[in-house]
T-cell receptor, first 113, second 117 residues
Framework: GESVGLHLPTLSVQEGDNSIINCAYS??????FIWYKQESGKGPQFIID?????DKRQGQRVTVLLNKTVKHLSLQIAATQPGDSAVYFC????????????FGKGTLLTVNP | DADVTQTPRNRITKTGKRIMLECSQT?????MYWYRQDPGLGLRLIYY???????NKGEISDGYSVSRQAQAKFSLSLESAIPNQTALYFC????????????????FGPGTRLTVL
């Protein structure tokens, strides 16, 4: 598959552990944030989103936390599985109604069995 | 996401050739986007379209052109391909559904791997 994870920050965890992936965003006017998962050779896949009027949102095995004070976003994956191995990146809508997203460079998560 | 399809999935071409990448979607979205992805650089926006008569340049539009043939189709052309256009290209869609719902979330196709020799 295509190597899209070169020179990325990496996180290596053991199967069953919890994973935390972090993202710093730059625009204090951003009002919508998304986490994507990208497996090798595939397109980015939507995981979970959060709006700026919230500080936490939970999905299935995933939780997104938003700290607007320090412009920080995190993705927590509970009981990480080998199938979670992928590049994860955040995206922000920099406010307004232009529906354009700015993407982070990503973090490569490797889950060891 | 099978709702967004891209053709071809892989393409090898030579410098100076004209190349067209196609994107189709069945999500009923009005907004479509073209990105390129390079190792270490993340996704960068090439062009985007909010409806059939609306085309906008993104941050790296030089050397590219697009055509929105219909609400469901958005194609990207490289008029004269050069080696530094070797990359992964992704199409994405977003928009309000007829039934209501998410607007800003973008859904991506599987990508086209383009190599320019």
């Amino acid at each position: 598959g295509e190597s899209v994870g070169l020179h990325l920050p990496t996180l290596s965890v053991q199967e069953g552990d919890n994973s935390i992936i972090n993202c710093a965003y730059s625009n204090s006017a951003s009002d919508y944030f998304i986490w994507y998962k990208q497996e090798s050779g595939k397109g980015p896949q939507f995981i979970i989103d959060i709006r700026s009027n919230m500080d936490k949102r939970q999905g299935q095995r995933v939780t997104v936390l938003l700290n607007k004070t320090v412009k920080h976003l995190s993705l927590q994956i509970a009981a990480t599985q080998p199938g979670d191995s992928a590049v994860y990146f955040c995206a922000e809508n920099s406010g307004g109604s232009n529906y354009k997203l700015t993407f982070g460079k990503g973090t490569l998560l490797t889950v060891n069995p | 996401d099978a709702d967004v399809t891209q053709t071809p999935r892989n393409r090898i071409t030579k410098t100076g050739k004209r190349i067209m990448l196609e994107c189709s979607q069945t999500k009923g979205h009005d907004r479509m986007y073209w990105y390129r992805q390079d190792p270490g650089l993340g996704l960068r926006l090439i062009y985007y379209s909010f409806d059939v008569k609306d085309i906008n340049k993104g941050e790296i539009s030089d050397g590219y052109s697009v055509s929105r043939q219909a609400q469901a189709k958005f194609s990207l052309s490289l008029e004269s391909a050069i080696p530094n256009q070797t990359a992964l290209y992704f199409c994405a869609t977003s928009g309000e559904l007829a039934s209501g719902g998410a607007t800003d979330t973008q859904y991506f196709g599987p990508g086209t791997r383009l190599t320019v020799l």
